[in-house]
């Protein structure tokens, strides 16, 4: 491959929709995408396309009477055979050229940005996204694409390894095989692109299991696959339920690799059945896991406060908290704890909630009725646990609307302060000092993602030291990771800590092969 197709990493911009122009690309592709309202999706098997009858529609969460797209689930049958379809193309896929899966990766990456705004749309109208949250959504996929290319550029040569005398050493690396990706529906793009084309452009064949909230923006980006030169074998994109299909590509015998993100609960499942060989396994499947956290940002007592409030309400209220990254708890110090409150509460009042493709709104929908119904429960638990000082006001009608919630005086053993909730609700803390803070913050069973405002040089080293997650961040706030700068992925109960977007990503889609020749 020659060399000038692949500079220097840089970070895709996200767009700024102060910009006259900007604003009508975004008007004139929601205008497009709203054309594709209702459209059916069959399934695609290799070269099969097939319509099972059994259909799932998705929705939009800021007008739930709207039909997004209607896709065909699979049933158990065709799911084996996906597995059977990808089993059979892996060798074929796997001995091409690394450079040609390289040169397919940097494409799906030029057609990302030619078609950024629609894509924008498509995440505003099915997964309730702002147009800047979209607009990070789809850089950050674009981001994946590049980097990975460039990555898999570097591990596509012989490794160094030491030379002993009278031999040639070296260690390759191969793909493993059939690959699941699970993606989520709060990044539908980002993290979808990123597992997927982490597993092609390595080598591997893969089974995209799409949630079942956003399986248009997969299948519009499967599209995008075929059009890059990624051939319909090597990949399969599975619509369908968890029970139904999930559970049956992860235990089949001949798949070897599962990249999940989601919650806690299903991650766990799905580590615990890949774990048990089954009848004709012969390999110790991996599994690649981002499940969720609990985050926190300490606020200490010489803390800039107003950039500390600023974060703390971009982080926990930005894509309506339904990031793993979002802040869910703020713990203060009790010296600056009130008039941290005093100036945070009118600003999350002021938050302007509502349809999300109205660029006016900066809190949109979450994702789903149930969903809703959740964080409510939750709201009304941190009540009787709290201090409700944000979030009493109606929220809008005719959508998936919930208010930004903050509840202060959280005792660190309350439901709020220790469960992923998932949406707009903020727990706020009292700590009597910063090594409180710090224990305070590590009480978490998740350890993705934590941010630390303070001007003490000591208490940053210590927290450097001492903060047990995945993300830390100092003086700014916790969600917003950029691929190349941040890896991201968290400790305990947050995952397997797989740092996407980093050096060491790829290395999870591979295996190593030493090779030595006698001379």
């Not at 995408?33 to 396309?49: A, C, K, M, N, W």
């Not at 030029?110 to 749309?121: G, Q, S, T």
């Not at 799409?210 to 599209?223: G, M, N, R, V």
Request: proline share 6%; charged share 20%; glycine share 8%.
């Amino acid at each position: 491959m020659a060399t000038a197709t692949l500079s220097q990493f840089r970070n895709e911009p996200v767009a700024d929709f102060s910009q006259p122009a900007n604003r009508q690309a975004m008007e004139i592709a929601l205008q497009k995408v709203r054309s594709e309202f209702g459209r059916e999706y069959p399934l695609h098997i290799g070269h099969e396309s097939i319509s099972t009858g059994d259909k799932l529609t998705s929705v939009n969460p800021s007008n739930p009477a709207e039909v997004v797209g209607v896709h065909h689930r699979s049933t158990t049958s065709l799911a084996n055979r996906a597995v059977d379809s990808a089993f059979a193309a892996f060798p074929q896929w796997a001995a091409t050229p690394a450079a040609d899966r390289v040169r397919m990766a940097l494409e799906t990456a030029r057609i990302l940005r030619l078609r950024k705004f629609e894509f924008d749309a498509w995440l505003v109208y099915e997964a309730g996204k702002t147009w800047p949250e979209a607009d990070a959504d789809v850089s950050e996929a674009i981001d994946f694409c590049e980097y990975y290319a460039r990555d898999m550029h570097r591990l596509a040569s012989p490794q160094p390894v030491v030379q002993l005398p009278g031999e040639h050493d070296e260690m390759i690396y191969i793909p493993l095989g059939v690959g699941i990706v699970i993606p989520p529906w709060n990044f539908p793009l980002a993290i979808l692109v990123g597992m997927t084309v982490a597993s092609l452009v390595t080598g591997n064949t893969v089974i995209i299991k799409p949630s079942s909230e956003t399986p248009t923006i997969a299948a519009k980006f499967a599209e995008v696959l075929l059009e890059a030169g990624f051939p319909q074998s090597s990949f399969t994109l599975l619509t369908g339920s968890g029970a139904a299909v999930g559970d049956v590509i992860v235990q089949h015998p001949k798949t070897r690799f599962i990249a999940f993100t989601g919650s806690r609960d299903v991650g766990l499942r799905i580590n615990e059945l890949a774990a048990k060989a089954q009848p004709g396994q012969i390999w110790i499947k991996r599994v690649i896991a981002e499940m969720g956290g609990k985050d926190a940002i300490v606020v200490d007592a010489d803390a800039d406060l107003d950039k500390a409030v600023d974060a703390v309400l971009f982080s926990a209220f930005g894509y309506q908290g339904q990031k793993c990254s979002a802040c869910s708890r703020a713990i203060v110090d009790a010296k600056i704890y009130d008039q941290f409150l005093e100036k945070l509460a009118p600003k999350a009042k002021a938050l302007k909630v509502g349809p999300s493709d109205d660029p006016t709104n900066y809190m949109g929908p979450v994702i789903s009725a149930g969903a809703q119904k959740i964080i409510l429960n939750y709201i009304e638990t941190g009540k009787q646990e709290g201090r409700l000082v944000s979030g009493d006001q109606p929220a809008p009608e005719g959508g998936y609307f919930v208010q930004p919630t903050i509840i202060a005086d959280i005792d660190s053993k309350a439901r709020i302060f220790q469960e992923e909730i998932f949406g707009p609700v903020l727990a706020v803390t009292k700590a009597k000092d910063f090594e409180h803070a710090l224990s305070l913050a590590n009480d978490s069973q998740y350890g993705l993602t934590g941010a630390v405002f303070s001007n003490t040089p000591a208490h940053l080293r210590e927290a450097r030291d001492r903060f047990h997650v995945g993300n830390l961040y100092f003086n700014r706030k916790c969600t917003g990771a950029m691929v190349g700068a941040h890896p991201f992925g968290g400790f305990n109960m947050s995952g397997t800590d797989s740092k996407a977007g980093g050096p060491d990503y790829l290395l999870l889609f591979l295996q190593a092969k030493s090779v030595a020749t006698k001379l």
